[in-house]
């Protein structure tokens, strides 16, 4: 499984060169109800975020100088995209942290199918990697997947669940008790169909609304917030030639700080009513200031943004400014180009994953310690697992 930046720097490629016009199925990630028909509600109607138009003839391919992309349209049935409740805040140093990874995917001798072995997210103990709980998956759900977003109380955890070949991830949040364990799955209802790729999620940190990211079919990207008690949504698009690839929630809820490639890292003002995700955002970093910035968080005051930029980690006051360095990473040759980071609940460290150990730095002087990842089940067998605390 490719990491991250590959796809992302991927997908940008082929869709400045080709228009986007190959078949993306075999990496699409969707958020929908259901393989069948999306679901109709009386609280919303299902809004498809493109419009596919008038399908080609049988056996014809378009070609890149006659494609043109899909509409879009923007989902608007969330009102109120801010999350103001209580905030979940951390009570001390994380205790726990949640693994998510795919399913382990085989080819069998002379086969072209890929077989898919599912495997359960996990729970692990934040000091020694190890062990603590498999996370019980809700019905329809069959694997892990890997993407995972955690509130600041190192409870509660919303993750993506595989549903099988071919057929569309689902959402589900979990909560933990005080000994790491784990409590029934919660599905989010899904009542607007999401047929493209998910590459990024952030839980708000009151834990009511999921904001998540897709590259576009045709071109550009879309930040939606999805609110987890009812699937309601409200997007921001843009067909610019950008890729966000990280996302962080401000602790009052009103704001969404975002990563872009290009575009460096930037805020969006939830307030805004517009559906433009250029003109609702206010650039903080210049735009090639940052080298693939794939991950982005705020601080605790919510006066600054932490952001990876390659395998450092720099502060910026939210208002814009000199950036300062936090801490230089050193990783293995080989490892990806970018950094996926979860910042923990108090702001004072931040946890990586390379291969199958856990990397967290101190903030407060850039020091890092590493365990292995004990996922339970296969562990150690499959790509590079995605953690979050």
Same mark, same amino acid.
């Given at each position: 499984?490719?990491?991250?930046?590959?796809?992302?720097?991927?997908?940008?490629?082929?869709?400045? +060169?080709?228009?986007?016009?190959?078949?993306?199925?075999? *990496? *699409?990630?969707?958020?929908? %109800?259901?393989?069948?028909?999306?679901?109709?509600?009386?609280?919303?109607?299902?809004?498809?975020?493109?419009?596919?138009?008038?399908?080609?003839?049988?056996?014809?391919?378009?070609?890149?100088?006659?494609?043109?992309?899909?509409?879009?349209?923007?989902?608007?049935?969330?009102?109120? #995209?801010?999350?103001?409740?209580?905030?979940?805040?951390?009570?001390?140093?994380?205790?726990?942290?949640?693994?998510?990874?795919?399913?382990?995917?085989?080819?069998?001798?002379?086969?072209?199918?890929?077989?898919?072995? #599912?495997?359960?997210?996990?729970?692990?103990?934040?000091?020694?990697?190890?062990?603590?709980?498999?996370?019980?998956?809700?019905?329809?759900?069959?694997?892990?997947?890997? +993407?995972?977003?955690?509130?600041?109380? %190192?409870?509660?955890?919303?993750?993506?669940?595989?549903?099988?070949?071919?057929?569309?991830?689902?959402?589900?949040?979990?909560?933990?008790?005080?000994?790491?364990?784990?409590?029934?799955?919660? =599905?989010?209802?899904?009542?607007?169909?999401?047929?493209?790729?998910?590459?990024?999620?952030?839980?708000?940190?009151?834990?009511?609304?999921?904001?998540?990211?897709?590259?576009?079919?045709?071109?550009?990207?879309?930040?939606?917030? +999805?609110?987890? /008690?009812?699937?309601?949504?409200?997007?921001?698009?843009?067909?610019?030639?950008?890729?966000?690839?990280?996302?962080?929630?401000?602790?009052?809820?009103?704001?969404?700080?975002?990563?872009?490639?290009?575009?460096?890292?930037?805020? +969006?003002?939830?307030?805004?009513?517009?559906?433009?995700?250029?003109? /609702?955002? *206010?650039?903080?970093?210049?735009?090639?200031?940052?080298?693939?910035?794939?991950?982005?968080?705020?601080?605790?005051?919510?006066?600054? =943004?932490?952001?990876?930029?390659?395998?450092?980690?720099?502060?910026? #006051?939210?208002?814009?400014?000199?950036?300062?360095?936090? /801490?230089?990473?050193?990783?293995?040759?080989?490892?990806?180009?970018?950094?996926?980071?979860?910042?923990?609940?108090?702001?004072?460290?931040?946890?990586?994953?390379?291969?199958?150990? /856990?990397?967290?730095?101190?903030?407060?002087?850039?020091?890092?310690?590493?365990?292995?990842?004990?996922?339970?089940?296969?562990?150690?067998?499959?790509?590079?697992?995605?953690?979050?605390?």
């Amino acid at each position: 499984m490719r990491s991250r930046t590959e796809v992302a720097l991927a997908g940008l490629i082929v869709l400045t +060169l080709t228009g986007a016009c190959a078949d993306p199925a075999t *990496r *699409r990630v969707s958020l929908v %109800n259901a393989p069948s028909a999306p679901p109709s509600s009386s609280l919303a109607p299902a809004m498809p975020l493109v419009d596919t138009g008038s399908p080609t003839s049988p056996g014809s391919t378009p070609s890149p100088s006659s494609f043109r992309p899909p509409p879009l349209v923007p989902a608007t049935s969330l009102a109120e #995209p801010m999350a103001t409740g209580k905030r979940l805040t951390a009570t001390g140093p994380p205790r726990f942290f949640v693994t998510a990874r795919t399913p382990i995917f085989s080819f069998a001798d002379s086969s072209k199918t890929a077989h898919a072995t #599912p495997v359960p997210p996990a729970v692990n103990d934040a000091v020694t990697g190890a062990f603590v709980a498999a996370v019980p998956l809700p019905p329809g759900v069959r694997s892990s997947w890997h +993407l995972v977003a955690a509130a600041p109380d %190192n409870r509660t955890f919303v993750l993506a669940g595989w549903t099988g070949q071919d057929t569309p991830l689902r959402l589900f949040r979990i909560r933990l008790d005080e000994r790491g364990r784990p409590g029934e799955p919660e =599905l989010v209802p899904a009542l607007e169909p999401e047929p493209d790729q998910v590459t990024a999620m952030a839980l708000s940190q009151d834990a009511t609304r999921l904001a998540y990211t897709v590259t576009l079919i045709g071109g550009g990207t879309k930040v939606a917030v +999805l609110e987890l /008690a009812t699937g309601r949504r409200r997007d921001w698009v843009t067909r610019e030639n950008t890729h966000v690839m990280g996302l962080a929630w401000a602790p009052d809820g009103r704001r969404l700080a975002t990563a872009r490639l290009p575009g460096g890292v930037s805020v +969006l003002d939830l307030g805004n009513e517009g559906s433009d995700l250029v003109a /609702a955002s *206010r650039p903080v970093t210049p735009d090639r200031a940052v080298w693939i910035p794939e991950s982005v968080a705020f601080t605790p005051d919510g006066d600054a =943004l932490l952001y990876s930029t390659g395998h450092d980690v720099e502060r910026v #006051p939210v208002e814009g400014g000199r950036p300062q360095v936090v /801490a230089r990473l050193t990783l293995p040759r080989g490892a990806s180009a970018g950094l996926n980071f979860s910042v923990d609940g108090t702001g004072g460290q931040l946890l990586y994953t390379y291969g199958w150990r /856990a990397h967290r730095v101190d903030l407060a002087d850039g020091s890092t310690t590493s365990v292995g990842i004990d996922a339970g089940k296969r562990s150690g067998e499959g790509g590079s697992p995605v953690v979050a605390w």
